[in-house]
């Protein structure tokens, strides 16, 4: 069995994948130790990205396996079908335009067996230049989450700062975990990631911060034009957390962590919803922001009387403006 497998989602990847795949090829932990599975996400560039894709395949037939997809899924479609073909004993996610530092994979595996942890999780740096160096940063403030109590659980759902988050990337699973509760991004979406990482949150016993930058943001000089916006993904964040909320209540653990998950909802799929859709300048109706409402009402009727939703008027404009419309 290999220790780590690396699943990256590429669609129409072929300018950026060198850079990400000659990383994963050369990381400390060797390549006899990992595998790197490359998904096809269905790209459009006239066969570039599959073509690099099966390339890489025939050169290092050992550690790159390539996979193709017919239809598009998105990131969380592509990862979930990684994950289906993964054979390490963990899991990390890494996207095209992005890379890890050499020593990633070695560094978050042995701490990953030092704590017998089923996720670790490490800190990462961006950059707006594909060339930049990236040297290895390290600090002081390394932690173990022991999640071993209810209260430790509830409190660590809403543990969420720069360091610990809920975007996927920066994590390394151990794979066992993800297979036997069965957890899988949603697809055909952006903002997938809370949807695996939450159920993720709920299942792990032991949760390892590794204070190193290991993980390396490319931000492109590009954006997504406000039509764009409007037109494919203006709703996708609620959208994604309503899902979310759906699946958590079918699996059963909706109730135990009622509230927790009520306050999540709240800020990360109402609030930040309303937030995104403002600061990219969208249209937005009164009649969508009382879609949005009711959405809410109808998934947590009393979510008014939440401790945690009624002190976000102490919170930021978002989550006042957010509070302020349930009251409506």
Known sequence: MKKVSVVVPC???????????????NQTIGRDAMEIILVDDASTDAGETWKLITEYEQRFPDTVLAVKLEQNLRQGGARNVGISCAGGEYVLFCDA????????LEHSYLAARRYDADVVEFAGTNVRDRQ?????EAGNGSRLFELDSEKKRKDFLLYVNENVSLGSQTKLYRLSLIREHQIAFVEHMIFEEPSFVI???????????????????YLSQGSTLRSDWEKEHKWENLQAWVCLMENLSERGILSGYYRELEYLFFNYGLAETIRMLKQRGCSLQEEEL?????????????????????????GDVWSRLAFRLLQL
């Open 132 to 136: 930049a160096c990236v040297e290895l």
């Open 11 to 25: 669609y129409n990847a072929a300018k950026y994948l060198d850079k990400c795949v000659g990383k994963l090829l």
């Open 199 to 217: 159920p993720v949150r709920l299942y792990e016993k032991r949760h390892v911060f590794l204070d190193e930058k290991l993980y390396v943001w």
């Open 97 to 104: 335009d992005d890379w890890l530092l050499e020593e990633t």
């Open 290 to 314: 009382r879609m949005m409402i009711d959405i809410t009402r109808e998934l947590f009727p009393d979510i008014r009387q939440n401790t945690y939703v009624s002190n976000s008027e102490n």
